[in-house]
């Protein structure tokens, strides 16, 4: 069975939590809550993302959220339709963006930490971006309950 | 979205929002600003109130420990769930020392 | 402070139940449990309603639900494409529907309890309907807390 | 979405979902209709699993009501919350007897 609802905010920064807490919401029978975790980061920084780097920070554009709500997962997706962010950053390896040297106080990240926390959060990331529009893929996948 | 109390000599500063997210993190960010400006050395920030903490939010203590400086000291109180986890994932946790709750970090800092 | 978010479903029965689960979430902070049931309840019915007679059970048009949190009160707008409801449906009053003889068996409703249950539910009711679009827009106040 | 159990001749069916809505009522109404039509003239509804009850659900528990006919009675047990509040709110408390639990209804039945 395949469920799906779309939510759309727009493109104001204060609006993200009301966003965060529907969805969380809507995976809550689904998902453990270190997964419900995981995915209400995820979708937060994918939609800072949006507003921050797509869209430059202007109020009045609109970003939309569909929900999957799958037997076996849930699909997040994120989509806008700002210019689409550029193909090398999410091939960046998550893991690098923590390696940094802690005894080094300038070494240690202040940004750039969203895409790697998605990718670390998520189990399939994937970015399509068309001609009208931009479409971040993220899945988590259900643990079986026996286990 | 801060408040603050003096416990010897340590700056006990506890957030009153339930999130430090992109929306928040610049006015955090410059409230702690001006409690290290004014001369603080030793901070515990209490996050038993939060629930959750982005990367912004994240951005926003690193910025913060960087203004201390290599003298200064930030140490963090009271995470827990989503936001302890953070920390963890990050491997911010050797940056920050976690402590459960502030009297255990106050207690460590003034030994 | 206003902050609004919209959700979507297509007009599936199936669907209603996650819709009314977000919004719920959504009203969280600001409503008791006797009034988030009330708005639950209320978007419930509408929502069936654009389903059932607007759209006449056909699967695959939209529905949407703008939400508005202000101070002082909840604000749920419905939203659909379908031929508008007649007007004097939401004029009946609500008491008359419940003003059945419980005696006789016939006399008890089966249905035609959906819009007057909206009426009891919330604090105002108003329908819109202009060239392309219906809209339902209901409001729920915000108790304030020292009663 | 229903399970039953024959209690002192009295029929307790069990409503197994969290929601009886315009998705599931006809669903319900099929279900319960088969256990009128089998002859069972006691029936207590036991809804303490549920938490939401619209009007196509209502509608459909008076649709039981008159086809059980006015020699039947069909009681119902464990509504809380909002279901309870739906009860009062339509005045349908007049028309099923509400009980706090099967038990109870049980033991009225039977007296
Ligand atoms: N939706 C987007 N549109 C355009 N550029 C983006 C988008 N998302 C990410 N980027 C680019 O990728 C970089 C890394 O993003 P991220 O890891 O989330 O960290 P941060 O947002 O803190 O910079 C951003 O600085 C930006 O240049
Ligand atoms: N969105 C709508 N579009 C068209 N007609 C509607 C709509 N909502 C309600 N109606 C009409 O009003 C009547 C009463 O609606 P309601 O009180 O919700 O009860 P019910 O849906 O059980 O009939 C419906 O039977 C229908 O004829």
Redesign the pocket.
């Known amino acids: 069975m395949v469920s799906s609802i779309s939510l759309s905010i727009d493109s104001d920064l204060d609006k993200v939590s009301l966003l965060a807490r529907a969805v969380r919401a809507l995976c809550e029978d689904l998902l453990g809550p270190d997964d419900q975790d995981a995915v209400e980061l995820s979708l937060v920084?994918a939609i800072?993302?949006?507003i921050?780097?797509?869209y430059h920070g202007e109020r009045g554009k609109d970003v939309q959220v569909a929900v999957g709500l799958q037997a076996d997962q849930v699909v997040i997706e994120v989509i806008?339709h700002?210019?689409?962010?550029?193909a090398q950053?999410l091939d960046k390896a998550p893991e690098d963006t923590f390696a940094f040297d802690e005894a080094d106080l300038a070494d240690i990240p202040e940004?750039?930490?969203?895409?790697?926390l998605i990718r670390m959060n998520m189990d399939e990331v994937e970015y399509h971006s068309g001609d009208s529009e931009?479409r971040l893929r993220m899945v988590k996948r259900i643990a079986p309950r026996s286990q | 979205m801060l408040s603050t109390d003096l416990r010897d000599n340590i700056l006990v500063v506890r957030v009153e929002e339930k999130r430090i997210d992109a929306s928040k993190a610049p006015a955090f960010k410059d409230e702690m600003t001006r409690c290290i400006d004014s001369g603080q050395n030793q901070i515990v920030l209490d996050l038993s109130y939060v629930d959750f903490v982005d990367?912004s939010g994240l951005?926003a203590l690193v910025s913060c420990l960087k203004r201390l400086g290599p003298r200064g000291s930030l140490a963090v109180a009271g995470a827990t769930g989503a936001v302890s986890r953070l920390f963890t994932l990050t491997r911010m946790d050797r940056v920050f020392v976690l402590h459960p709750n502030v009297d255990a970090a106050v207690e460590q800092l003034s030994a």
């Not at chain 1, 940004?111 to 790697?116: D, F, H």
């Open positions: 920084e800072n993302n949006v921050k780097h797509g806008d700002a210019p689409p962010m550029p950053v940004g750039g930490m969203g895409l790697a931009n | 990367s951005g």
